[in-house]
């Protein structure tokens, strides 16, 4: 007779692992001609001033989610 063996397999749901959304304001400038769809877009699309202002900054902010960091240079 054979012996049967079964392994039995249980995933486990961890919590959300996010990093942070980071921006750097780089001008003094009220602007807003970058992409603010997210953090993420704005920082590759600043607009054709090639900075980020503040507006910018927050306007990305708010329509990325989770927790997001504006700092100044």
Known sequence: MRSSSYAFLRAELLEDRRMLASVVV?????????????????????????????????????NTSGADTVTFD
């Open 26 to 62: 780089n001008t003094v400038l009220d602007v807003e001609d970058g992409d603010t769809t997210s953090i993420a877009n704005l920082i590759s699309t600043p607009g054709a001033d090639n900075v980020i202002s503040l507006r910018e900054a927050i306007t990305a902010a708010n």
